[in-house]
């Protein structure tokens, strides 16, 4: 296990999904684009907090104090959340997108000013059915990495965040991220030939199987990210909560179905052009570290192209030690994504 461990550093920790979901209100009349595209909508978003005191008491609320405000002001200070209020530097917009005959929802973060266009990263949120959302601490973090020079474009996929249909774990939310592709294409500014995936826990795995599905992805990060459900320890947890009704065929054969979602059982599948980060904190408890552990020993048996970063005492979510992970994610993103990089981390 060791040999595959390339850094590890200290915890971070859970998401705080209870609290701080809201999606971004709207703030504009929408308008439709050209028929040849996806997109159906887009208007401009307004934060849902005014004040950067009112988000930092709202965060105080938080049952876990690795998200209250003391943490949060280490992460984003008050003149960026000022920023990213006032889109100074940035442009947010609510999307609407068509697939499979469904209005999609999501969220397009860019740049204002680019001289060159601009990379892209799909981010894949986590939880799934009446637990998914986009919260808006990663809305927050879609700035960050917008500012850094990246087109963020997330999907609330169907049957979530307002989104038609009904919540899918199988093909549809897969097919909901693949679209994203041609969202990109349809962005101005969007460096549509240079796409990343960012994906946290259930969008972890979901990034494994957009992975197997398309050569058009230049690098993935993967955080906390499931691999095999069949064996999962709260496999039982989640029969009873949340499997039926949303797993593709669960009900005709559930260790085919779930075999399905889990990339442990086919990692030959995955793009060999693809560089994967999977960061895993070493005790997370949602998703056991053993998930990328197995991975990792699926590429490097393959001689996939990877990186593995298990912090130590890391929980599900690692916000506790968030800048390290931003720090990983950041110098992986630029050193695949982004032309005038000359350097890439070691693998």
Same mark, same amino acid.
């Given at each position: 296990?060791?040999?595959?461990?390339?850094?590890?550093?200290?915890?971070?920790?859970?998401?705080?999904?209870?609290?701080?979901?809201?999606?971004?209100?709207?703030?504009?009349?929408?308008?439709?684009?050209?028929?040849?595209?996806?997109?159906?909508?887009?208007?401009?978003?307004?934060f849902l907090f005014e004040k950067y005191d009112e988000w930092l008491a709202f965060m105080d609320e938080a049952p876990d104090p690795a998200w209250r405000s003391s943490a949060m002001r280490q992460l984003f200070d008050e003149a960026s959340f000022n920023r990213y209020r006032d889109q100074t530097s940035l442009s947010c917009d609510k999307l609407v997108y068509l697939n499979d005959g469904l209005k999609i929802n999501g969220f397009v973060i860019a740049p204002s000013i680019m001289d060159e266009p601009a990379p892209v990263v799909l981010f894949a949120h986590g939880g799934v059915a009446q637990w998914g959302r986009i919260t808006f601490f990663d809305l927050l973090e879609m700035h960050r990495l917008a500012e850094r020079g990246y087109v963020v474009i997330a999907s609330a996929l169907r049957g979530e965040g307002g989104s038609e249909?009904?919540?899918?774990?199988?093909?549809? @939310?897969? /097919?909901?991220? #693949?679209?994203?592709?041609?969202?990109?294409?349809?962005?101005?500014?969007? %460096?549509?030939?240079?796409?990343?995936?960012?994906?946290?826990?259930?969008?972890?795995?979901?990034?494994?199987?957009v992975l197997a599905e398309t050569d058009e992805i230049e690098t993935a990060v993967l955080i906390g990210a499931p691999s095999d459900l069949v064996n999962s320890e709260r496999r039982e947890e989640f029969h009873e909560h949340v499997y039926p009704g949303v797993v593709d065929s669960y009900e005709e054969d559930q260790d085919k179905a779930l075999t399905e979602l889990s990339a442990a059982y086919w990692p030959e599948r995955l793009s060999k052009k693809t560089p994967i980060l999977l960061i895993h904190g070493a005790d997370d408890v949602r998703v056991p570290v053993s998930n990328s552990l197995t991975m990792?020993?699926?590429?490097?048996?393959?001689?996939?192209?990877?990186?593995?970063?298990?912090?130590? @005492?890391? /929980?599900?979510? #690692?916000?506790?030690?968030?800048?390290?992970?931003?720090?990983?994610?950041? %110098?992986?993103?630029?050193?695949?994504?982004?032309?005038?990089?000359?350097?890439?981390?070691?693998?």
């Open positions: 296990m060791s040999r595959i461990i390339k850094r590890a550093f200290a915890e971070t920790a859970l998401q705080f999904v209870a609290g701080i979901f809201a999606f971004i209100a709207l703030a504009a009349p929408s308008f439709a684009t050209e028929d040849t595209s996806p997109i159906l909508e887009r208007t401009p978003c307004k249909g009904a919540p899918n774990l199988g093909a549809g @939310d897969r /097919s909901d991220m #693949l679209r994203l592709i041609d969202v990109a294409k349809h962005i101005d500014g969007a %460096r549509a030939s240079r796409i990343g995936v960012w994906g946290f826990s259930r969008g972890g795995g979901l990034g494994y199987r990792a020993e699926h590429l490097a048996r393959l001689d996939h192209p990877f990186r593995l970063v298990v912090p130590r @005492d890391g /929980s599900h979510t #690692l916000i506790e030690h968030q800048q390290d992970v931003r720090d990983e994610m950041d %110098r992986w993103l630029d050193a695949y994504l982004k032309p005038s990089s000359s350097s890439r981390p070691q693998q």
